[in-house]
């Protein structure tokens, strides 16, 4: 079983969102094991500082490397040395669904979070066996991050989500973008289902989504499709929605 620990200054905020959605179930089920790390649980002064002022100026302040050093001793002591160590800061690669499948096959990760202006970098130079980031955008601290991250990583551990289908068939574990859903009714606001989903018909409908899947992929990920599984008849899809669209049929 998957094994994961989350070192963070607001356990709170991370053991909040435990408490609900498909990865806090598998907790609950005792399919995926997470156990929350209070950083000022490992400082050693009455007033379990973690933070101090940088060395050589400027403004912020910077996460004191003891506390996650002391943090880090008591997982090993407690689950063994962990298979990664993720730092999650802007300065790391970009996370990807990849990263989620390589981490969800290890048996033991560490996520650690970071607040303020960042670490001590003997934080990432020691104990970070790798560093990632979620996004080119600028957060307050790591907590986030790491959720994100351990919801892709969690989705991928068997067991986690009720459909192994579905999972499989993920954007990201596929290729493409999904095709569209619908749900009842039929007709909504003059706005009406595509007919073959009504029809039961269930090649027809398969096709049809298939083929939505790839024009809503060349249309707004035309990246994606380097790199996607495709097969001769998908080719010979791309080529009719290449070609409708010339014509001025298609976006
Ligand atoms: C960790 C501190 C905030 C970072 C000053 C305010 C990831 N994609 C991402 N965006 N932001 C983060 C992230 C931000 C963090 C920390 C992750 C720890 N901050 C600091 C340096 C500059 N800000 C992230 N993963």
Same mark, same amino acid.
């Given at each position: 079983?998957?094994?994961?620990?989350? @070192?963070?200054?607001? $356990? +709170?905020?991370?053991?909040?969102?435990?408490?609900?959605?498909?990865?806090?179930?598998? @907790?609950?089920?005792?399919?995926?094991?997470?156990?929350?790390?209070?950083?000022? *649980?490992? /400082?050693?002064?009455?007033?379990? @500082?973690?933070?101090?002022?940088? #060395?050589?100026?400027? $403004?912020?302040?910077?996460?004191?490397? +003891?506390?996650? #050093?002391?943090?880090? =001793?008591?997982?090993?002591?407690?689950?063994?040395?962990?298979?990664?160590?993720? &730092?999650? /800061?802007?300065?790391?690669?970009?996370?990807?669904?990849?990263?989620? +499948?390589?981490?969800?096959?290890?048996?033991?990760?560490? &996520?650690?979070?970071?607040?303020?202006?960042?670490?001590?970098?003997?934080?990432? !130079?020691?104990?970070?066996?790798?560093?990632?980031?979620?996004?080119?955008?600028?957060?307050?601290?790591?907590?986030?991050?790491?959720?994100?991250?351990l919801d892709a990583i969690a989705r991928l551990?068997?067991?986690?989500?009720?459909?192994?289908?579905? @999972?499989?068939?993920?954007? #990201?574990? !596929?290729?493409?973008?999904?095709?569209?859903?619908?749900?009842? $009714?039929?007709?909504?606001?003059?706005?009406?289902?595509?007919?073959?989903?009504?029809?039961?018909?269930?090649?027809?409908?398969?096709?049809?989504?298939?083929?939505?899947?790839?024009?809503?992929? &060349?249309?707004?990920? $035309?990246?994606?499709?380097?790199?996607?599984?495709? *097969?001769? +008849? =998908?080719?010979?899809?791309?080529?009719?929605?290449?070609?409708?669209? !010339?014509?001025?049929?298609?976006?």
């Open positions: 079983m998957l094994k994961v620990h989350i @070192v963070t200054i607001f $356990p +709170e905020m991370v053991k909040a969102s435990l408490a609900e959605g498909v990865v806090g179930r598998a @907790v609950g089920r005792g399919v995926l094991d997470v156990t929350v790390h209070d950083l000022r *649980d490992y /400082t050693t002064d009455r007033h379990r @500082v973690v933070d101090d002022v940088p #060395f050589g100026g400027g $403004p912020g302040m910077v996460m004191k490397p +003891e506390p996650f #050093f002391a943090a880090m =001793d008591a997982i090993r002591e407690r689950s063994g040395t962990p298979a990664a160590v993720v &730092l999650t /800061t802007p300065d790391g690669a970009r996370f990807t669904h990849r990263d989620a +499948e390589r981490l969800s096959a290890l048996p033991h990760v560490v &996520l650690l979070c970071g607040r303020y202006e960042g670490v001590d970098d003997r934080v990432r !130079q020691t104990l970070a066996t790798e560093e990632l980031s979620i996004g080119d955008y600028v957060l307050s601290g790591g907590e986030l991050p790491a959720l994100v991250m551990v068997p067991g986690v989500v009720g459909d192994e289908a579905s @999972v499989a068939r993920d954007t #990201f574990a !596929q290729g493409l973008l999904d095709f569209p859903q619908f749900t009842r $009714p039929a007709s909504y606001r003059g706005a009406d289902v595509p007919p073959v989903l009504l029809s039961g018909h269930h090649a027809e409908i398969a096709r049809w989504r298939r083929r939505e899947a790839l024009r809503r992929t &060349l249309e707004r990920r $035309p990246d994606l499709l380097a790199a996607a599984a495709l *097969d001769d +008849e =998908d080719r010979a899809t791309l080529r009719e929605l290449e070609e409708l669209r !010339q014509k001025g049929a298609l976006k």
